[in-house]
């Protein structure tokens, strides 16, 4: 499975943009991207997954450019609850039993 | 609908003891999955299972870990001669059959905290 990078933190206030992007340069023809957010105490939550160009949904938007070597997830207006560390995954996920591979993430905190 | 649910939430044991982790599946989801978690990491691959087989076991440390699905729904992860190196938070997780969607996003539940003392 592709290899990706990300930084180790970040930090933001309420009510700004917050964008993330990870880098996966190995990225293969039937990989997918995804990003998960996990919660002190929590196990890891799906927020949005893509393949190309750019995904939107509820909670945020997927941007990846034409070459796929890098994503960006862009969180809209963050506030103190989106406070956790998101993790960019890359991985053949339309197979069954592909196993998600985790780096460290990126630890976001957002202040007041 | 409910998500996937995971006892006991917290289990301290002593070196040396066995113990047994349980997961209940979103129902339907035919895939299901064990991770580990240690402190400030992201949680490393255990063991996937298709229906009541072990698909791939290949994140088994080592042979004190087992792991059962007998009915293709509730899984047991189970741990013998426990370490202090076993301290952790157990994680599972399960997905539908990607047949049945376009790509297969797995559903965590909240853990199951181990402690070896």
């Known amino acids: 499975l592709a290899k990706t990078t990300q930084p180790i933190s970040m930090d933001s206030y309420e009510g700004q943009e917050v964008n993330i992007t990870c880098s996966h340069n190995?990225?293969?023809?039937?990989?997918?991207i995804t990003w998960y957010q996990q919660f002190p105490s929590q196990g890891p939550r799906f927020i949005i997954q893509g393949y190309k160009t750019k995904v939107t949904n509820e909670v945020a938007s997927l941007f990846i450019p034409a070459d796929r070597k890098s994503s960006t997830l862009s969180l809209p207006r963050v506030s103190l609850s989106d406070t956790a560390v998101y993790y960019c995954?890359?991985?053949?996920?339309?197979?069954?039993?592909?196993?998600?591979?985790f780096g460290k993430g990126t630890t976001l905190s957002v202040s007041s | 609908g409910a998500g996937v649910s995971q006892t006991p939430s917290n289990k301290v044991t002593e070196k040396g003891k066995y113990v047994e982790l349980r997961c209940d599946p979103i129902s339907g989801h035919t895939a299901l999955y064990w991770y580990r978690q240690s402190l400030g990491q992201g949680p490393e691959f255990l063991i996937y299972?298709?229906?009541?087989?072990?698909?791939?076991d290949s994140g088994l440390p080592n042979d004190r870990f087992f792991a059962v699905r007998p009915e293709g729904s509730v899984s047991t992860l189970k741990i013998q001669r426990t370490e202090r190196g076993d301290s952790a938070v157990y994680l599972c997780?399960?997905?539908?059959?990607?047949?049945?969607?376009?790509?297969?996003?797995?559903?965590f539940g909240p853990g199951t905290r181990l402690t070896v003392l």
């Open positions: 190995n990225i293969a023809t039937n990989d997918y």
């Open positions: 995954l890359v991985g053949p996920f339309n197979q069954a039993g592909t196993a998600l591979i």
């Open positions: 299972f298709q229906g009541t087989g072990a698909a791939d």
């Open positions: 997780a399960s997905s539908l059959n990607p047949a049945e969607s376009s790509t297969d996003t797995q559903y």
